[in-house]
């Protein structure tokens, strides 16, 4: 199950900012029929308002009104939306996410996941390094899908501290039927909103999107 960080977003400022508003426009409105009723009282009886001119005045500030209304909606809709994507994005931080993108390596053994194709005899688990350069090719079972590579070169020495990917090349034959990228728990180190997905970086330097993660755990 996925441990939640909580992130508290301040909402006092935006409640006492539309309160304040709404208390102008209150003030507002009264002033405006008093000078409206003072206008009313002091015209030239001889030649008096015209009425509509009262109800084009009594639009205009509705409309004002109105809008200033819709304003502190939007204002508080927006800090509520804001605070809610404070806390998935918060959610996501330091969790383990497995996922089909570059891993760290620290020297230690990582536990690769993929599986080989159903009519395959064969089977390779490719590791390449952030360059791209094949630098390990390990046969393993195609009927296995959970793997461990150890990280070291012909001599056992450990290979460097870096950013690797890992593929699983599988045969029938020695046709090869296709080359399937394989899923490693990486740690997320940051999250953000983008164009309305949630967009994970890993330890690695990946960005990969939410959605394709298909494991998580809690960080180490």
Do not use: C
Request: charged content about 15%; glycine content about 6%.
């Amino acid at each position: 199950m996925m441990t939640s960080v909580n992130s508290t977003v301040p909402n006092a400022a935006p409640q006492s900012t539309g309160t304040s508003q709404s208390s102008a426009l209150t003030s507002d409105f009264e002033t405006f029929l008093r000078m409206l009723t003072a206008q009313a009282r002091n015209q030239d009886p001889l030649e008096p308002l015209d009425s509509s001119e009262y109800a084009s005045q009594l639009a205009q500030f509705s409309m004002v009104e109105q809008q200033v209304q819709t304003n502190d909606l939007l204002s508080s809709l927006a800090v509520a939306l804001g605070s809610v994507n404070l806390d998935q994005l918060a959610g996501w931080v330091g969790m383990d996410v497995q996922a089909t993108a570059a891993f760290r390596f620290d020297t230690q053994p990582v536990a690769i996941s993929v599986h080989a194709e159903p009519t395959a005899d064969k089977a390779i688990m490719v590791i390449r390094d952030a360059e791209g350069t094949v630098v390990d090719q390990i046969p393993v079972p195609v009927d296995e899908n959970e793997f461990v590579w150890a990280g070291v070169d012909d001599a056992g020495d450990p290979m460097p501290a870096g950013s690797y990917s890992a593929s699983l090349q599988s045969y029938n034959g020695d046709e090869l039927l296709a080359e399937n990228p394989a899923a490693v728990y990486s740690t997320v180190v940051a999250a953000q909103m983008e164009g309305g997905q949630i967009i994970l970086t890993l330890d690695s330097g990946a960005e990969i999107s939410a959605d394709k993660v298909s494991g998580i755990r809690a960080g180490a």
